[in-house]
């Protein structure tokens, strides 16, 4: 009778350990998840990124926004929203590195900004081994542009809005003609790397650049969703999911052929 007792006993507390053991590993994994998600938000906060859960898709998949004024190197307002150069290098420097990341979705609602800053993230974009996909939203205005047309494929959506025209210069300018071959230079880096990187020409792109009718108090062009793409610059007029999906297709073709 004892003997049974005591196995009854032991068995009890064999039980007990290994419910405690499961409820303390739900625990931790609850802790876990919640450390993982806060984490995510405050990183989507700061830099406006995040990798995509590999658990719900069937590829990583990392999100970069491109929104606000993108900033050179020189500090804005704390009042206005921007997209820092120093954030997103060396993350794209990262992101090629990684053997865990399979593509880069690129998000944009952006004013314009730094020439040299903008053109810094194009090309580190263009150059990534990895497939790219870029949606305007709201609009890819003045810079935004080659950064819109920096990845392999590229999305408006139909309110969407670009804005093209030459290059601005603030501050004091000189009024001789080496700032206007300055200018020019500038001009032909931008032209040269969105015709490059799309189907427009570089005589239509500078036509919409020096349109005169379109803008009250500047000069230059906006297109509108489907206008990007009859034009060249887009490639085509989607949504999230349009965009996420040729990513997915994308990256799926790549692994095939591995």
């Known amino acids: 009778m004892g003997n049974k007792q005591d196995h009854k006993d032991h068995g009890n507390k064999e039980y007990k350990k290994e419910r405690n053991g499961k409820e303390g590993r739900e625990e931790e994994r609850k802790a876990s998840k919640a450390e993982a998600e806060k984490h995510r938000d405050e990183r989507i906060e700061s830099t406006g990124q995040l990798t995509l859960d590999e658990n719900e898709s069937q590829h990583n998949i990392h999100l970069i926004t491109i929104i606000g004024e993108v ?5 804005l307002g704390g009042s206005s929203k921007t997209t820092k150069y120093e954030h997103i290098l060396p993350q794209l420097a990262a992101i090629e590195d990684s053997q865990k990341i399979d593509g880069v979705l690129i998000l ?49 959506v139909p309110t969407g809005t670009m804005v093209i025209h030459p290059v601005r210069l603030n501050g004091m300018v000189i009024g001789v003609q080496q700032t206007f071959d300055y200018f020019k230079q500038i001009q032909n880096r931008i032209t040269g790397f969105v015709c490059g990187h799309c189907k427009i020409s570089k005589p239509r792109l500078e036509e919409l650049m020096m349109e005169t009718g379109m803008l009250t108090k500047d000069v230059g062009s906006v297109l509108v969703g489907k206008e990007a793409v009859e034009e060249g610059i887009i490639n085509a007029v989607g949504g999230i999911s349009d965009a996420i999906g040729h990513l997915h297709d994308m990256i799926g073709k790549i692994k095939d052929d591995k």
């Open 71 to 75: 900033e050179g190197h020189d500090n």
């Open 108 to 156: 944009l609602n952006t004013m314009g900004g730094d020439v040299e800053a903008g053109l810094a993230i194009a090309e580190m974009i263009a150059s990534l081994s990895k497939p790219t996909v870029s949606l305007v939203l709201g609009g890819s205005h003045s810079i935004g542009v080659p950064i819109a047309v920096s990845t392999d494929y590229s999305y408006i």
